[in-house]
């Protein structure tokens, strides 16, 4: 039989009600001459919930521990998913990660998926077993923990379960039919793709398009896992969403694609520190083991041989960052005078794999946001898209003229 991988989200089984309309589809599915793997994540709001007693409990807490809890959500949904399908006929059982077992590393928050054996799975699916239920966003770690991967995890689940069953297709269900040229909770003409290229979506959920985790769309594009992002609220139709697929399958030729934006973050500048060769090194070097993953950096011209480095980083690694600085200052790897933080910042990102053949994307960028009063605080490029940091209370007004000017809203 064919395998097809189907994934609701939060908002997809939110309640008994949604899981009934959910398990439907996947009844459809059945009857169509699939074996299905669902991936379920927890019932919305509810991993937020669980965030929340753990940093009440514990605020240093045992990473170990938080995926004890964290984890809890996807069992009960997997559970639930597995009885209404059985309510409806389907023979189904669900699967919590160690039981697959959906092998990861020891990165407890952030775990990175190692290996899935098949074989447990496709055997139930040789006695009968139409549909596996399996709990999104966890694992088991060498150690025989359980393990989570990082927020929003169930969609990398969702597509390793592909790529290790050589799944015929992966869609993910959410509450959105398809991915849009930017957020629709911002800019509500924001229009719905047909088809994204892996790259490009790869930039976008990494600068803040959350509609897909940025590792499920890795694995993706590794394992050439056809991947369709659409809604489990609309009616069923088979051309339903959007298609992550290879750059050569795009006809759309506009400069940009699409427009992401990361509320998230926060800017640090180090004011006077000595410039010398290695000084980049001594700062950035104590950072990354601390584990704040610094985003854009610029390093500004010195006078008198000191200068200013500024870099930004996700706005809950403040603390940690200035932690790490004052550390490595103490010991004497390097000097500053002051260390400056704004975490009231905002990044906008420009995507496209047009802007590779066609210039003046960035000019235009900078026109558009001059023109609304918004000053740009850092920028940076690479080949397929423009990023800026920016005041975060124009975030909205940002994407609003972008999308404008770069018209985005037809096709
Ligand atoms: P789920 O719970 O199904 O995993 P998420 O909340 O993680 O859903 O992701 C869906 C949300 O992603 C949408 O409601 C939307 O607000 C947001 N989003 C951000 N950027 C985009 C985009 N470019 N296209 C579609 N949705 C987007
Ligand atoms: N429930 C987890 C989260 O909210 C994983 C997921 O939904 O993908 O992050
Ligand atoms: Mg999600």
Known sequence: MPILVMKFGGTSVATLDKIKRAAK???????????????????????????????????????????????????VTAGLMALTLQEMDVPAR???GWQVPLKTNSAHGAARIEEIPPENILAKFGEGMKVAVVAGFQG????GRITTLGRGGSDTTAVAFAAAFEAERCDIYTDVDGVYTTDPRIESKARKLEKVAFEEMLELASLGAKVLQTRSVELAMRYGVRLRVLSSFE????????????????VE????????????EAKMTLVSVA??????????????????????????ISEE?????????????????????????????????????????????LVGIGMRSQSGVAAKMFKVL????????????????????????????????LHDAFELNVA
Do not use: H
């Open 25 to 75: 589809r996947v009844g459809r599915e059945v009857a169509n001459g699939y074996d299905v793997i669902v991936v379920v994540s927890a019932m919305s709001g509810e991993t937020n919930k669980l965030v929340g007693y753990v940093n009440e409990t514990s605020p240093m807490y045992d990473a170990r521990e938080y995926d004890a809890v964290v984890s809890s959500g996807e069992n």
């Open 94 to 96: 669900s699967w919590q």
């Open 140 to 143: 088991i770690s060498p150690e």
């Open 235 to 250: 009616e069923y139709d088979p051309n339903a969403g959007t298609l992550i697929c290879a750059e050569e399958d795009i």
């Open 253 to 264: 030729n506009k400069p940009v694609s699409g427009i992401a934006a990361s509320r998230e």
């Open 275 to 300: 410039d010398r060769p290695g000084i980049a090194a001594a700062i950035f070097g104590p950072l990354a083991e601390a584990g704040v993953n610094v985003d854009m950096i610029i390093q500004n």
């Open 305 to 349: 041989g000191r200068t200013d480095m500024t870099f930004s980083c996700p706005v809950d690694q403040v603390n940690r960052a200035k932690a790490a600085l004052d550390a490595a200052k103490d010991r004497g790897a390097f000097n500053f005078g002051e260390l400056i933080s704004d975490t009231e910042v905002a990044k906008i990102s």
């Open 370 to 401: 001059s023109d609304e009063g918004i000053n740009i605080k850092v920028i940076a490029t690479s080949e397929i898209k423009i990023s800026v940091l920016i005041d975060r209370k124009y975030t909205e007004l940002a994407v609003q003229a």
